[in-house]
């Protein structure tokens, strides 16, 4: 068994010894968990110290698993979000259990969704995720829990039902069922029906507007840990399903779309931007700008050069250390006020100073300050959306513009302005959530400082998958 494998099993397996361990000691889930997800960790830096990341499909795969320079960066997200996930539960007392061997399995699911060198294989994987996440949000959620469940699971159903037409559709018609280096063949008459029914799939879950409207529902009933990998992890997978399976399956279908794609990008990225910009619920908000940062990622792929798909890769790895970090402090403030209604709240920087520090620090990663990890990616998508669309690009200046006026508001409502008497007495960040913080600060800083950690893996394999496609 390959060490891609391992990545897969251990998880699993920690989901099992975690709902098991549970019923025979009290508590014991979330030791399990995180030494599974610290374990997981390890392996994780193992496999990329290992694997050979240049080229369409890396070393270290045995036909159903592989690792390479496109999936690497998003399987070290995955294990990195993993460990916070834990730690931002660890107070969780309804059916731990069950809680962390979800938590455990979605993990799995979503990494074998990055190693999976099989498209079939790559289906069945995105189907496993929907399971845990429906139960996460459906029962661990907040009050409207079955409502955004329902919808998260109609809309990602649908969508997958349609990928898997789309799947189908490719395969018949001469793709072959690897991900690796050997070159699809879909014929150009069956491109238009393969690219479009992939992309129903893909563009729910990335999200796309306007097939964006679950995100928000989900995320502000989602539990904290669910919240997390939603935007950090499951949004992930449509950019990524769009460069590993769209584009070599339909290159010609997808240069076509480009323009419609780019105009859906740019509408996400100033809709969004609005959209937070009217929130009155601090986890909403951030829900809608994860709608906007991901519009940057759908720009990135409309364009679709080897520097914009480098970008997108960058940009979904910042966002999903960002988002991570901005869910993670609204969980922790939920946990203490019970609201996260930001006219109810005030001066949190004096109350709870640590909070409010890292609240700063995650709100200015979001804005795109340059020196954190939102600059680099967006500044680069924006360099080659202008280069191909000319000065509509504009537009997307106004989103930026607006990402800045709703993070600095954020701040300036909740963490400063005068206290709330009936905050004064909060608990700041306690050892496990600020040991979270920081996991997460690191590499906001480092890719923000050196890009090259995401893009010098990433630039190899785009650049073979166009140069393969001919584009």
């Not at 986890?283 to 798909?309: C, D, E, N, Q, W």
């Not at 920087?349 to 700063?360: K, S």
Request: proline share 5%.
């Amino acid at each position: 068994m390959t060490i891609l494998l391992v990545l897969v099993a251990v998880p699993l397996a920690g989901a099992v010894v975690a709902w098991v361990g549970e019923r025979m000691h009290e508590g014991s889930a979330r030791w399990v968990a995180l030494a599974t997800t610290t374990v997981q960790g390890a392996l994780t830096v193992m496999a990329m110290s290992t694997a050979t990341v240049a080229g369409p499909a890396g070393s270290g795969g045995n036909g159903l698993v592989a690792l390479d320079g496109l999936s690497g960066p998003l399987v070290s997200l995955t294990a990195l979000l993993g460990i916070v996930c834990v730690l931002a539960s660890w107070s969780t007392r309804r059916g731990p259990g069950a809680y962390f061997g979800l938590l455990l399995w979605l993990q799995a699911a979503v990494t074998a969704v990055f190693l999976a060198a099989n498209i079939l294989a790559l289906y069945v994987a995105w189907e496993a995720v929907l399971i845990p996440m429906w139960f996460l949000i459906g029962v661990w959620g907040h009050e409207g829990r079955r409502h955004a469940a329902m919808k998260f699971f109609v809309y990602t159903f649908a969508g997958s039902a349609l990928m898997l037409v789309g799947i189908l559709v490719a395969l018949r018609n001469g793709a072959s069922a690897s991900l690796g280096a050997s070159a699809f063949a879909v014929a150009s008459t069956a491109q238009p029906a393969v690219f479009w029914l992939l992309l129903a799939g893909l563009a729910v879950k990335i999200p796309v507007w306007p097939l964006h409207t679950w995100l928000p529902d989900a995320h502000v009933e989602a539990p904290t840990a669910g919240s997390i990998m939603l935007a950090g992890i499951l949004l992930k997978m449509g950019g990524y399903g769009f460069i590993r399976v769209a584009l070599p399956l339909a290159p010609e279908a997808a240069t076509a779309a480009g323009p419609l794609l780019a105009t859906l990008g740019v509408i996400g990225i100033v809709y969004g931007a609005v959209m937070a910009l009217a929130q009155t619920d601090l986890k909403r908000l951030i829900a809608y700008s994860s709608v906007s940062h991901m519009g940057f990622v759908v720009l990135a792929l409309a364009v679709g050069t080897p520097a914009a798909l480098t970008a997108a890769v960058l940009v979904m790895v910042a966002h999903g250390v960002t988002s991570a970090l901005l869910f993670l402090l609204a969980g922790a403030l939920y946990d203490r006020t019970r609201t996260l209604e930001v006219a109810r709240l005030g001066g949190l920087q004096r109350t709870i100073p640590a909070w409010g520090t890292a609240f700063l620090f995650g709100c200015l990663a979001s804005l795109g300050l340059p020196g954190l990890a939102g600059f680099p990616g967006e500044l680069l998508t924006f360099l080659e959306g202008f280069e191909a669309y000319g000065w509509w690009m504009v537009a997307v200046a106004v989103g930026v513009v607006l990402a800045g006026v709703y993070n600095l508001r954020a701040v300036r409502r909740v963490a400063h302005g005068p206290e709330v008497p009936a905050w004064k007495g909060l608990a700041d960040l306690d050892w496990r959530e600020r040991l979270a913080v920081g996991l997460l600060a690191l590499p906001i800083v480092a890719l923000g400082v050196w890009p090259s950690l995401v893009t010098s893996a990433a630039s190899p394999v785009v650049a073979a998958l166009v140069a393969r496609m001919g584009r």
